[in-house]
């Protein structure tokens, strides 16, 4: 595979963060908006004669701007009444520093198809919480997105861009109070991007120009705003007659970044960490996928070009998982009609995500077809046995058997001896593959023993123990609960593992022991 320009990727895999701000799938939401914002941003900067090294970082932070979305999902869900996907895209239009706006938000929009208690104790706790809230969530995706920027190999700037996510010009942002000219160059212009492209979403040109003017010098760089009001209806209308993917990799400012073919696989598996960041119960999943898929795919005797393949497919199969609120992930009883009609589209977005880049539209098919079964039941084609390759069967049984390893809202985890025999019972009522389900128990090998691992930043075992649970979202008590030490012990473990690691929140503990294979992916 020839290298792949990084921009072509990132705006690929950008659509997952547009896929997690959409209230309804069904509604046709704009699968560009992250790409928009970056071409609107660009093409400012441009009109501004900004430095190209300068252009350059506002391009990337744009793009990478809600890269740590999923962070505070699920803390969001179980506060707020389960559907953090309408709170944030609810969220996305109102100025919460005024008591009008927020208000309004509170008592009209908020948990607003629950039941009047259920919707008024959430109202209460939004109310009660309000500033402690948005410190805390502006704090973890601030903190997710930096460490995704990171992985990407991205430069200073664009960092301290993405962790300047939701501070503002007048200084009542979060999670810094930083103002004026302290907040970094690219998120000012990806500050206002944003806000005109989602107004210029919901009412056109007139709403964008207007709601950036009444928040200049509040939310907004004056100066910035003022180039927008000069040039935002030309730029806004080139956009409009765009193919914006094609438009927003021409924009990239020279000299171009690429990403070599031996650096996909990290890539990839920074962004399937960001999915599966979004519930604690799916932490560490893609990537125990694509390595099972991998090793069980050289198992089955497939050439290597197509085990990378499966590998990367792994890695990316649940891209569409974000699109699925927290409420419905996290949900320990049975799901609705409703509720399962989304889960059973996600591995449809995944393949919709994939498919618009030229370079991985290879894996779109494969990844589209992970939870397909062999007797038609699966979704979300119901592809029969003969349309089915090797390939997407050797994936969906390594998906299966690594799930059924992990704790579920609604179960606990597996053994592996007991996931061996459910999914020997699958293939034996024809829904997966035999050889594929051989291929995968080959490889495992069932002894149920977890390989040791060496303990990175100096971590102790204890420690390594406390950060699993921690990453989980289990509070300092639980934490104590479960290892039988005090709840004060804890937290004294709890705080030595964020100075150790260099991190200040549970997202941004998660993203590390996910990146290092800390998860327990499969019980001990």
């Given amino acids: 595979m ?50 190209e090294r300068d252009v350059s970082d506002i391009y990337y932070t744009t793009l990478l701007w809600h890269a740590g979305c999923t962070a505070y999902a699920h803390e969001t869900a179980s506060l707020l ?19 009008r706006e927020a208000l309004r938000f509170f008592l009209l929009e908020l948990d607003k198809d629950a039941r009047p208690l259920e919707r008024a104790r959430t109202v209460y706790a939004a109310v009660r919480m309000g500033p402690s809230f948005n410190t805390a969530m502006a704090r973890s995706n601030c903190e997710a997105a930096v460490h995704i920027a990171d992985r990407l190999d991205m430069g200073t700037p664009v960092r301290r861009g993405l962790g300047q996510i939701y501070e503002r010009w007048d200084g009542k942002g979060n999670p810094h109070k930083l103002a004026r000219d302290d907040i970094a160059l690219p998120a000012r212009f990806a500050h206002l991007a944003n806000q005109a492209e989602i107004f210029h979403r919901l009412g056109g040109a007139d709403l964008a120009i207007e709601t950036t003017r009444d928040r200049s010098a509040a939310g907004l760089d004056p100066s910035i705003t003022d180039a927008f009001l000069r040039h935002g209806r030309e730029l806004l209308a080139e956009i409009d007659a765009a193919d914006a993917m094609v438009a927003v990799i021409d924009a990239e400012p020279r000299p171009h970044h690429y990403v070599p073919d031996a650096h996909l696989d990290e890539v990839a598996r920074a962004f399937a960490d960001m999915v599966d960041l979004k519930s604690p119960f799916t932490h560490g999943h893609s990537t125990g996928v ?4 991998s090793e069980a795919a050289r198992a089955c005797g497939l050439p290597e070009a197509e085990v990378v393949n499966i590998r990367r497919a792994g890695l990316l199969h649940d891209l569409g998982r974000v699109g699925i609120p927290n409420g419905i992930l996290d949900k320990a009883g049975l799901l609705t009609s409703s509720e399962w009609e989304r889960v059973r589209l996600h591995p449809y977005h995944s393949e919709r995500i994939l498919s618009r880049s030229p370079v991985l539209e290879a894996l779109a098919s494969l990844v589209g077809m992970h939870h397909e079964r062999l007797d038609g039941s699966g979704y979300y084609r119901q592809c029969p046995a003969t349309m089915i390759p090797l390939s997407a069967r050797v994936l969906a049984a390594a998906n299966m058997y690594q799930a059924m390893t992990q704790q579920r809202p609604y179960r606990p985890a597996h053994s592996p001896d007991s996931a061996a025999t459910l999914l020997i019972a699958e293939a034996e009522q024809g829904r997966l ?62 705080q030595h593992i964020y100075t150790k690691i260099g991190v200040s929140t549970r997202a941004g503990a998660a993203m590390f022991a996910m990146q290092r294979d800390l998860v327990q992916t499969h019980p001990a």
């Fill in 2 to 51: 020839a290298d792949l320009r990084l921009a072509d990727l990132i705006a690929t895999l950008s659509q997952v963060t547009d896929l997690a701000a959409a209230t309804d799938l069904g509604m046709a939401q704009p699968p560009e908006a992250a790409v928009r914002s970056c071409l609107l941003a660009t093409g400012l900067a441009r009109r501004m004669n900004i430095d």
């Fill in 290 to 293: 694509s390595r099972l898929a």
């Fill in 81 to 99: 009444g389960g559907d953090d996907i309408a709170i944030r895209a609810g969220g996305a239009t109102v100025d919460f520093t005024s008591r």
């Fill in 433 to 494: 593959a035999p050889e594929a389900a051989e291929a995968v128990l080959r490889v495992t090998g069932h002894t149920g023993v977890r390989p040791k691992h060496t303990r990175p930043h100096g971590l102790t075992d204890r420690e390594v123990e406390v950060l699993r649970l921690l990453a989980h979202g289990e509070s300092t008590r639980e934490i104590g609960e479960a290892l039988f030490i005090s709840a004060k012990t804890a937290d004294h473990h709890v």
